[in-house]
T-cell receptor, first 114, second 116 residues
Framework: AQSVAQPEDQVNVAEGNPLTVKCTYS??????LFWYVQYPNRGLQFLLK??????LVKGSYGFEAEFNKSQTSFHLKKPSALVSDSALYFC????????????FGTGTKLQVIP | GAVVSQHPSWVICKSGTSVKIECRSL??????MFWYRQFPKQSLMLMAT?????????EQGVEKDKFLINHASLTLSTLTVTSAHPEDSSFYIC????????????FGPGTRLTVL
């Protein structure tokens, strides 16, 4: 069974500092990995995905994530945080073989402090 | 492109009534749509996967007779919460996968259901 872990319920970072939101996964075979952001009372917005190729994936709003197969991680990063980045972030994984189900992590609340 | 809408955005209903939530892909055809439920401060829980023209596949523990899903066209899926009870109050989110796409799911804005 596939699973995703986001070990931090909340991450606080000062505006202008780099941010990292952690994600590790478990899946048989090569994973499809995703990051989404959710603002209060809104649906999810896609940030970026890893399917294959370059381990460093660049996405929307200046975010990027690095796929690390040996550590089974896909941490989300941004060099300089903005207050407007404050939101709930979800990591997700999908086994590309067979069934289409995407499994989401429990979410990490990012708080950027002015 | 790739916009998914949901209607209504919020609904309040009395216990025992049924509520229908629509999910539409506005500018693409979606062969597969997904329905999720999200409790406060929790992750998304997949309820069911629906493919156009066929019966939905429900996740374990989700009552298919209570949460009726219809995916009658490539741009519309509906979720009907039948005989709603207060414990059904939640945030319901749909997503759609584009036909011939690259596995990306596009999410709707969600529907807040409150059952009194």
């Amino acid at each position: 069974a596939q699973s995703v872990a986001q070990p931090e319920d909340q991450v606080n970072v000062a505006e202008g500092n780099p941010l990292t939101v952690k994600c590790t996964y478990s899946v048989s075979g090569n994973p499809y990995l995703f990051w989404y952001v959710q603002y209060p009372n809104r649906g999810l917005q896609f940030l970026l995905k890893y399917i294959t190729g370059d381990n460093l994936v660049k996405g929307s709003y200046g975010f990027e994530a690095e796929f690390n197969k040996s550590q089974t991680s896909f941490h989300l990063k941004k060099p300089s945080a903005l207050v407007s980045d404050s939101a709930l972030y979800f990591c997700a994984v999908r086994d590309p073989r067979g069934y289409q189900k995407v499994t989401f992590g429990t979410g990490t609340k990012l708080q950027v402090i002015p | 492109g790739a916009v998914v809408s949901q209607h209504p955005s919020w609904v309040i209903c009395k216990s025992g009534t049924s509520v229908k939530i629509e999910c539409r892909s506005l500018d693409f055809q979606a062969t597969t749509m997904f329905w999720y439920r999200q409790f406060p401060k929790q992750s998304l829980m997949l309820m069911a996967t629906s493919n156009e023209g066929s019966k939905a596949t429900y996740e374990q523990g989700v009552e298919k007779d209570k949460f009726l899903i219809n995916h009658a066209s490539l741009t519309l899926s509906t979720l009907t919460v039948t005989s709603a009870h207060p414990e059904d109050s939640s945030f319901y989110i749909c997503s759609a996968r584009r036909a011939g796409g690259n596995n990306e799911q596009f999410f709707g804005p969600g529907t807040r259901l409150t059952v009194l």
